[in-house]
């Protein structure tokens, strides 16, 4: 099931989305209001609206974001950097989580602005310690991410808290699919239409199971929160008004544009 969150006549719903529609478009899908939240028991509504009635939000609103670096070596390699033995995380803030057709606002304080196309996992209960062979009952489903990154004030400071934090830092969508194998997908990144990220997730170097784990060993995770896997090769600059697409076969395409202000 695909389960959007949006706002209609000013409140905020989820739905699973119904139909189908050509790439890039939402004409021809529906969606029927979810009765209660996608992390309980909940039922369909049976009433329905068209997608293209309504603003779609990110489709969880995660307490925390826990960003992989350099799970895909042929980026670790065009970073410069060595493949990490272990994984390594860093956080993106509730506040930098939008959703598919919001604005990326280009900060003031970089000028080297690159998109990271990137499979993310929301958590669909609180768990911690959360052995291997568990790990799939902690996943309500997968969406779509853009780890928006300011790279030159990456490489200047030690800490990503800026670099990776900022507001707008991590757009998730289009929605969440709660029926996937995620173990070898087509994972692309556009930009103004032109292919500039493409590989499989099936080239990550720790696997999904291997994150959870080694993320649950340090903290509890709770219904909403969101696990990003690492980015591919490819990842290249963005400037204003340019129109960013991360697609994963299987999900959708998560759409974005590039605003700078002032
Ligand atoms: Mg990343």
């Given at each position: 099931?695909?389960?959007?969150?949006?706002?209609?006549?000013?409140?905020?719903?989820?739905?699973?989305?119904?139909?189908?529609?050509?790439?890039?478009s939402?004409?021809?899908l529906?969606l029927?209001?979810?009765?209660?939240?996608?992390?309980?028991?909940?039922e369909?509504?049976g009433?329905?609206?068209?997608?293209?009635?309504?603003?779609?939000?990110?489709?969880?609103?995660?307490?925390?974001?826990?960003?992989?670096?350099?799970?895909?070596?042929?980026?670790?390699?065009?970073?410069?950097?060595?493949?990490p033995?272990?994984?390594?995380?860093?956080?993106?803030?509730s506040?930098?989580?939008?959703?598919?057709?919001?604005?990326?606002?280009?900060?003031?304080?970089?000028?080297?602005?690159?998109?990271?196309?990137?499979?993310?996992?929301?958590?669909?209960?609180?768990c911690?310690?959360?052995?291997?062979?568990?790990?799939?009952?902690?996943?309500?489903?997968?969406t779509?991410?853009n780890?928006?990154?300011?790279?030159?004030?990456?490489?200047?400071?030690?800490?990503?808290?800026?670099?990776?934090?900022?507001?707008?830092?991590?757009?998730?969508?289009?929605?969440?699919?709660?029926?996937?194998?995620?173990?070898?997908?087509?994972i692309?990144?556009?930009?103004?239409?032109?292919?500039?990220?493409?590989g499989r997730?099936?080239e990550?170097?720790h696997?999904?199971?291997?994150l959870?784990?080694?993320?649950?060993?340090?903290?509890t995770?709770l219904?909403?929160?969101?696990i990003l896997?690492?980015?591919?090769?490819?990842?290249?600059?963005?400037?204003?008004?340019?129109?960013v697409?991360?697609?994963?076969?299987?999900?959708?395409?998560?759409?974005?544009?590039?605003?700078?202000?002032?």
């Amino acid at each position: 099931m695909r389960i959007a969150r949006f706002s209609i006549d000013g409140n905020v719903a989820f739905g699973a989305v119904e139909g189908e529609s050509p790439p890039g478009s939402t004409d021809g899908l529906v969606l029927d209001i979810i009765k209660g939240i996608p992390f309980a028991d909940f039922e369909l509504s049976g009433t329905k609206v068209p997608l293209s009635k309504v603003r779609l939000l990110p489709p969880v609103l995660p307490n925390k974001v826990v960003a992989f670096g350099r799970n895909y070596a042929e980026h670790a390699k065009e970073m410069g950097g060595e493949v990490p033995d272990a994984p390594f995380a860093f956080f993106k803030p509730s506040t930098s989580v939008i959703g598919s057709g919001d604005d990326i606002a280009y900060p003031s304080f970089t000028e080297e602005l690159h998109h990271e196309a990137e499979l993310a996992v929301v958590i669909g209960r609180m768990c911690r310690e959360v052995p291997r062979e568990r790990v799939k009952d902690v996943i309500l489903g997968y969406t779509c991410a853009n780890d928006v990154t300011a790279r030159d004030v990456q490489r200047r400071e030690k800490q990503w808290a800026r670099a990776k934090g900022f507001d707008s830092s991590c757009p998730l969508g289009p929605w969440v699919e709660t029926d996937l194998d995620p173990s070898d997908l087509t994972i692309q990144c556009t930009v103004n239409g032109r292919q500039r990220q493409l590989g499989r997730t099936s080239e990550m170097i720790h696997s999904i199971e291997d994150l959870i784990v080694n993320i649950t060993e340090a903290m509890t995770l709770l219904p909403g929160d969101v696990i990003l896997t690492g980015t591919p090769a490819g990842v290249g600059p963005l400037s204003d008004g340019d129109e960013v697409a991360v697609t994963i076969e299987g999900i959708g395409t998560l759409t974005n544009k590039v605003v700078k202000r002032g």
